[in-house]
């Protein structure tokens, strides 16, 4: 596999972004990608991308159809809730688990910018994964309408394989596409080992070639999606 671009040291744009775009945020409609129409508060300088369209752009076709299917969704590792933002302004349920404080605040902020009211989406301030305590949620524990189809993002650096074991039920009796960022080998296959053990396809979501070019700033050499959806064959059939 050939190395990370989004690790290249030699970022040129970069540069010249932060010599001439001013600091500070800005309150703006973003224009392109999936998130087109939404508005949050930006700072040009390490928001540009998503701005543009480009951050994690090559996810769009996945969350483009859950877009289309998910009558519920889930977003663990919401972060700033862009996603979730997204989900619920088509009319999906949304479920954001986010344990960060500072990011549940931009969260309920950027809520508010598109219109949607704090009971709008179930914000859990948890982690998820299989620990049994007030600190923790298990994805079995969301109660969402398991007949129906549903989307699942997670992105909790370095705790994915613990959050699908925690989701063993939900995962073998609904529909589910679900997004999964991992950021080393091992997480990789141990997602893609528990998915496959439930009835999934797993694809792997590699990045574009042109982040050679225009590079996401990333920590880590590994980075990838998982995008998983379930063989309708193994569904139960309901009575």
Not at 63 to 75: F, N, Q, T, V
């Amino acid at each position: 596999m050939r190395a990370s671009p989004n690790r290249t040291k030699f970022r040129p744009l970069s540069m010249i972004k932060q010599r001439v775009v001013p600091a500070g945020q800005r309150r703006v409609t973003i224009p392109f990608s999936v998130f087109r129409g939404l508005v949050f508060n930006i700072d040009f300088r390490s928001q540009t991308q998503f701005y543009l369209g480009l951050w994690e752009f090559e996810t769009h076709p996945c969350i483009r159809h859950g877009l289309e299917s998910a009558r519920w969704m889930i977003d663990a590792g919401a972060g700033h809730g862009e996603l979730c933002i997204l989900f619920r302004r088509h009319g999906c349920q949304a479920f954001a688990i986010e344990p960060d404080t500072t990011a549940l605040s931009v969260l309920h902020a950027n809520m508010a910018l598109n219109g949607l009211s704090r009971s709008d989406i179930a914000v859990l301030p948890k982690y998820v994964g299989t620990s049994i305590d007030q600190d923790h949620i298990g994805l079995d524990r969301v109660e969402v309408d398991r007949s129906k189809p549903g989307f699942i993002k997670i992105d909790i650096e370095g705790f994915e394989t613990d959050a699908l074991e925690s989701a063993n039920s939900l995962l073998d009796e609904s529909d589910v596409t679900l997004l999964i960022e991992v950021h080393s080998k091992e997480l990789e296959a141990g997602c893609i080992g528990i998915l496959s053990s439930h009835g999934y396809t797993c694809r792997i979501i590699d990045n574009s070639r042109w982040r050679a070019l225009i590079p996401e700033r990333r920590l880590v050499s590994h980075n990838r999606w998982i995008w998983a959806e379930r063989d309708l064959n193994s569904l139960p059939v309901r009575g």
